[in-house]
């Protein structure tokens, strides 16, 4: 409790308006990686308290469109349209593509985490099962040339997590924001130059 209150990415975001400290890292990674542009759709998987989403409200402006799941409450963001629910349920995916409208997304980014249990290995293959979901998602309606960011941590499934992720996009990165703290194993894969299976021949 003490490392949060005293944590300065936590004290800034309070002092700049931010949900969380969350907002610096994808901040930080659109900054060196250019993910963020007007007028793109972006969709937002486990999205609360909004950190990532107000980020990406602001970066994309007004012609742009934020698209944010949870599956706790989330205060409205200015710029966000916002669906509460479970993302492993098929009928908040259909909800979810449905809001969609049959565009394609420029960007699906994922900042989600399990609750966590205390048993690592436990702890470690959900987080990675989350991770492979959101792959998932983002290889059913991104447009071809998007890209995907997700929270991954490095340990058991996060190498295969990798491949998976190769086989979809041009290039794979990992990103390691200064605001993630260091003694986590917490990192952020990102795939750039989405490929869809159909173009593959």
Known sequence: MREHVTDPYVQRA????????AAFKLMEIDDRDRLLRPGMTV???????????????ERVGGAGRVLALDLLDMAPVAGVEFLKGDFREDAVLRELTFRLAGRLADLVISDMAPNISGIAVSDQARAVHLAELALA????????????????????GFDALRKAMAAAFDKVVVRKPKSSRDRSSEVYLLGLGFRPLSEEG
Do not use: I
């Open 137 to 156: 998602f983002a290889e059913m309606h991104l447009k071809p040339g998007g890209n995907f960011l997700v929270k991954a941590f490095q340990g058991g």
């Open 43 to 57: 969709v937002d998987l486990g999205a609360a308290p909004g950190g990532w989403s107000q980020v990406a409200a």
């Open 14 to 21: 309070k002092a700049e308006g931010w949900r969380s400290r």
